[in-house]
C-alpha cells in the first residue's frame, strides 16, 4: 500500500497521506462504480443530461459544521465524498480538453490554505486517476460547461436542499440555465431505486461490516445494563463500540428510550435515568463506508423480564418471526407486514388489550419493514421481493400510559429489528447474532459488560 501511496502521489503531483481513506482496500472498486454509471446512461433518452449534485455542508452553530456526508446518489455512482460537487451524465458525449467524454466530475481545487486546515483533497486530477472518471473539473467551470448544451436539452437532475458555499453557486448556474432552456424536467430516481435494490458482492460486504458492528455495540450494551444508568451511558457504549470497529458515522440519531420513553418510536432525548425494571428499546445502527445497520432491541434494566412484558415481547418477537419467513424472492414487500400485523392483532385480543383485531393499528402504527442500504430507509425499487434485497423486519406494540386498557400494561414499549438478505432460498438474518429470545438475552444480561467498569469508576 505503500508504494502505491508514493506511486498514486506521483501521478497526482502532490504529497498524498497514506491514511487518506482512498488507501482502504475494502472501498467499493471504482469499476463497479463506472458500471452503476454507464447503466444509468443507457436507461437515459439521446439529449439527456444528468446532473447530480453533492450534499451541501450544514451549519451546526457559528462556526462549527456537522460532519460532512455525502448524497447518496452521487456516493452510489462515484465513490465521491467530498462536498461542492456534482456529476453530469451525458449519453451523447461532450468534447472536455480534446477528448470525448460521457461523464464528468466537479469538484473542488485544493489550495494551500484548503490543504492546511482541511487536509488532502482529491482535486479533478486525483479523481481521473482514482475513481476512473472520464473527466474531472475544477467546479468553479460548472456553468461555463451547462451553457455547451443547446436549447432543448433533456435534463435530469437532482437538487440539493439548502445548499451553501460553491456548491450555492453551482446550483444558482443550473437554475439559470434551466430557466433559459427549454427542458423535459424527468427523475432518474426510480432508475437509481431499481438499481439500488439489488446490492452487489461488495455492497453485502460492507452492510455486512456496519451489520456486524451495530450487533457487537446492542451485545455489549445488554451486557452493561444497569439500574441507575441514563439512557445516554448505554448509547454512549454503542458509539464507543461501533467506532472500535471502524463506522465513520452512525446511520441515524440513537434511539435509547426507557420506560416511557420506549413507546415514542423517534425518541432521541436519551437523558432519562433507567430506575426500577423499565423495559429499555434501543434501536442504533452504524454505517461504515455509507451503508448503514438498522437493529432494535428491547430488554430490562434489571436483566428480567417481568410477567406483563414477557408476555408484550413474545407477540413481538412471533410477529417478528412470521414476518422474516416472508422475506423470500418473489413475495409481495408487503407480506412481512401483513404476515406480522396478523400476529400482533390475534395477541393483543387474546391479552385482552383489545377487543377487535382491527384494534391494533392503535399499539402498532408503523410499517414493518423497509429497504436497508446508503441510506437507512433506503430507495425503494420494487414491490417485489428478490434475491440480494435487503429489508428491515421491525414489528413492535407500544401501550403508552393512558392507554384504554388495564394500567399493568401501561409504558411497555417493544420492538425488535433485524436485516434480512433475501436469497434464492431460505431468508438470512445478518443481524441474527444480536440476543432475540427472552432466555438468550437474559443469559447475557447477566454477564459483565465494558459499561459496568466505566460506569462504576463514575459513582466512586
Not at 182 to 209: F, G, W
Not at 407 to 420: A, F, L, S, Y
Not at 434 to 440: M, N
Request: hydrophobic residues 40%; neutral net charge.
Amino acid at each position: 500500500m505503500r508504494r502505491f501511496a508514493i506511486a498514486l502521489a506521483i501521478v497526482l503531483g502532490a504529497a498524498v497521506p497514506a491514511d487518506y481513506p482512498i488507501f482502504e482496500t475494502d472501498f467499493i472498486p471504482p469499476a463497479e462504480h463506472k458500471e452503476r454509471r454507464e447503466k444509468v446512461r443507457t436507461a437515459m433518452a439521446p439529449g439527456g443530461v444528468a446532473v447530480f449534485f453533492s450534499n451541501p455542508e450544514r451549519n451546526r452553530n457559528n462556526d462549527v459544521d456537522f460532519l460532512f456526508r455525502q448524497d447518496s446518489s452521487l456516493l452510489y455512482l462515484s465513490g465521491f465524498n467530498e462536498p461542492d460537487s456534482a456529476l453530469v451524465l451525458i449519453p451523447d458525449g461532450i468534447e472536455v480538453n480534446g477528448r470525448t467524454v460521457k461523464e464528468v466530475l466537479f469538484c473542488n481545487v485544493a489550495t494551500r490554505m484548503s490543504e492546511t486546515w482541511l487536509g488532502y483533497r482529491m482535486e479533478p486530477k486525483g479523481a481521473e486517476a482514482i475513481l476512473k472518471i472520464e473527466a474531472a473539473l475544477p467546479n468553479t467551470e460548472f456553468a461555463n460547461f451547462l451553457n455547451r448544451f443547446p436549447a432543448g436539452s433533456a435534463v435530469r437532475a437532482t437538487l440539493p436542499d439548502g445548499p451553501t458555499g460553491q456548491l450555492s453557486k453551482m446550483v444558482e448556474a443550473y437554475r439559470a440555465w434551466e430557466a433559459k432552456t427549454p427542458t423535459q424536467r424527468a427523475s432518474l430516481n426510480d432508475t437509481l431505486a431499481k438499481y439500488r435494490v439489488i446490492k452487489s458482492a461488495d455492497e453485502l460486504r460492507l452492510m455486512r461490516r456496519a451489520i456486524s458492528a451495530s450487533v457487537d455495540g446492542h451485545v455489549e450494551m445488554m451486557r452493561s445494563a444497569e439500574k441507575g444508568m441514563n439512557e445516554y451511558d448505554l448509547g454512549a457504549i454503542f458509539h464507543y463500540v461501533i467506532g472500535r470497529r471502524g463506522c465513520e458515522y452512525v446511520g441515524y440519531p440513537n434511539i435509547v428510550g426507557s420506560g416511557p420513553n420506549a413507546c415514542t418510536l423517534h425518541y432521541t432525548a436519551n437523558r432519562r435515568k433507567v430506575t426500577g425494571d423499565d423495559l429499555i428499546c434501543v434501536d442504533a445502527g452504524g454505517e461504515y463506508h455509507g451503508y448503514t445497520a438498522d437493529v432494535t432491541r428491547t430488554w430490562p434494566i434489571d436483566g428480567t423480564f417481568n410477567p406483563e412484558q414477557r408476555a408484550i415481547y413474545e407477540i413481538v418477537r412471533e410477529a417478528q418471526d412470521a414476518g422474516i419467513r416472508e422475506c423470500v424472492s418473489g413475495k409481495p414487500f408487503s407480506s412481512t407486514d401483513r404476515a406480522a400485523r396478523a400476529v400482533i392483532a390475534k395477541g393483543l385480543v387474546k391479552l385482552g388489550i383489545i377487543k377487535k383485531e382491527n384494534e391494533a393499528g392503535m399499539y402498532f402504527m408503523h410499517g414493518t419493514s423497509h429497504y436497508l442500504g446508503l441510506d437507512v430507509h433506503d430507495s425503494n425499487g420494487s414491490n417485489v421481493l428478490a434475491p440480494n434485497m435487503v429489508l428491515t423486519v421491525e414489528p413492535g406494540i407500544y401501550i403508552k400510559e393512558g392507554s384504554p386498557c388495564d394500567k399493568k400494561w401501561w409504558n411497555i414499549g417493544v420492538r425488535i429489528e433485524d436485516d434480512i438478505l433475501v436469497t434464492s432460498g431460505a431468508p438470512v438474518n445478518l443481524s441474527a447474532k444480536a440476543p432475540r429470545t427472552i432466555p438468550e438475552i437474559e443469559k447475557l444480561m447477566a454477564q459483565p459488560g465494558i459499561g459496568n467498569v466505566l460506569f462504576g469508576a463514575d459513582k466512586q
